[in-house]
Nanobody, 125 residues
Framework: QVRLMESGGGSVQAGGSLRLSCRAH??????MGWFRQAPGKEREEVAR???????IYAESVKGRFTISKDYARNNLYLQMDNLKLEDTAMYFC?????????????????????WGQGTQVTVSS
């Protein structure tokens, strides 16, 4: 059983930055991603880290968010810069042991097996 625990959320003004962390226990998985869900909206995948180091981003965050992985600490990160009001959401970490072709499918198509509880990000003007 893999457990994921997110941290790093909070309140920030537009234009600011936050860094989300996802601690994976016992270790990280081959395919990991960050999702978000705003009130009244569907959950969307914003970034994915594939086992070979390839990263994929949603157009809405491309150039502002950076996903990275620390294998030694079993952590997945999401660096969020130049935050906008529309980035306000609950952010979730997701993981799956399947890598390769499965993980390379377009954003939102893989059904991740493991999920964290989420961390709230609120961006204000």
């Amino acid at each position: 059983q893999v457990r994921l625990m997110e941290s790093g959320g909070g309140s920030v003004q537009a234009g600011g930055s936050l860094r989300l962390s996802c601690r994976a226990h016992p270790d990280t998985q081959s395919c990991m991603g960050w999702f978000r869900q705003a009130p009244g909206k569907e959950r969307e995948e914003v970034a994915r880290f594939i086992d070979d180091g390839t990263t994929i981003y949603a157009e809405s965050v491309k150039g502002r968010f950076t996903i990275s992985k620390d294998y030694a600490r079993n952590n997945l990160y999401l660096q969020m810069d130049n935050l906008k009001l529309e980035d306000t959401a609950m952010y979730f970490c997701a993981a799956d042991p399947r890598g390769g072709t499965w993980c390379r499918r377009p954003l939102m198509s893989p059904q991740f097996h493991y999920w964290g509880q989420g961390t709230q990000v609120t961006v204000s003007s």
